[in-house]
């Protein structure tokens, strides 16, 4: 079971513990599931953003395997980075990109070829990447992971992630507002 089943089940069944009261007066019932459903939204929330917190860590740890550098550089190769960066990002087709692979590759020169193949993936050019990936397997199953986790910045993603997340308000508060039902959770139960 997920922690976020866990957090609707938890909420269901102290939602239903307050609304079967016999001690409480509906005013004290409404007081009490607006306190909890604050304190579930909040649950619910932070569960939601670590998620794709999590999400956006592993994406960016796979592109950095594939297209970055591992370790601390010194200035020179900073600046040779750089300079592959801009270079690659002037190329303008799969046919010069191939070509620019080629020769980076014949000439041992990783950091421009790493630089080519960033540019390959952002413009979708799948025969550079392929050229790539084919003495590479590692870059193939890190290319394979990335492709399969989805994208945080996705609109459609996003609404799909964020539906799992949402929290129907509790019965006693049906027809509240959303500020009336902020105004009880913050009332104190005893003047309830």
Same mark, same amino acid.
């Given at each position: 079971?997920?922690?976020?089943?866990?957090?609707?089940?938890?909420?269901?069944?102290?939602?239903?513990?307050?609304?079967?009261?016999?001690?409480?007066?509906?005013?004290?019932?409404?007081?009490?599931?607006?306190?909890?459903?604050?304190?579930?939204?909040?649950?619910?929330?932070?569960?939601?953003?670590?998620?794709?917190?999590?999400?956006?860590?592993?994406?960016?740890?796979?592109?950095?395997?594939?297209?970055?550098?591992?370790?601390?550089?010194?200035?020179?190769?900073?600046?040779?980075?750089?300079?592959?960066?801009?270079?690659?990002?002037?190329?303008?087709?799969?046919?010069? %990109?191939?070509? #620019? =692979?080629?020769?980076?590759?014949?000439?041992?020169? *990783?950091?421009? $070829?790493?630089?080519? /193949?960033?540019? !390959?993936?952002?413009?979708?050019?799948?025969?550079?990447?392929?050229?790539?990936?084919?003495?590479?397997?590692?870059?193939?199953?890190?290319?394979?992971?990335?492709?399969?986790?989805?994208?945080?910045?996705?609109?459609?993603?996003?609404?799909?992630?964020?539906?799992?997340?949402?929290?129907? %308000?509790?019965? #006693? =508060?049906?027809?509240?507002?959303?500020?009336?039902? *902020?105004?009880? $959770?913050?009332?104190? /139960?005893?003047? !309830?």
């Amino acid at each position: 079971m997920s922690d976020v089943q866990k957090i609707h089940e938890s909420y269901a069944a102290q939602l239903d513990r307050i609304q079967n009261s016999r001690v409480y007066s509906e005013h004290a019932k409404q007081v009490y599931a607006a306190k909890l459903y604050k304190q579930t939204q909040e649950q619910l929330e932070a569960a939601r953003t670590g998620e794709v917190e999590e999400l956006r860590k592993r994406r960016a740890g796979l592109q950095r395997r594939m297209f970055g550098h591992d370790g601390t550089a010194d200035p020179q190769t900073v600046i040779a980075r750089r300079d592959a960066n801009d270079r690659a990002a002037k190329l303008d087709s799969p046919h010069a %990109a191939t070509e #620019a =692979l080629q020769r980076a590759e014949m000439e041992g020169d *990783d950091v421009m $070829a790493r630089a080519i /193949v960033a540019t !390959a993936a952002q413009y979708g050019w799948n025969d550079v990447l392929t050229a790539y990936a084919a003495p590479r397997p590692g870059f193939t199953a890190a290319a394979q992971e990335l492709n399969e986790l989805p994208d945080p910045d996705n609109t459609e993603w996003r609404l799909r992630h964020t539906a799992q997340f949402m929290l129907p %308000a509790p019965p #006693a =508060l049906a027809g509240v507002h959303p500020w009336e039902i *902020d105004r009880l $959770a913050q009332q104190d /139960v005893e003047a !309830a």
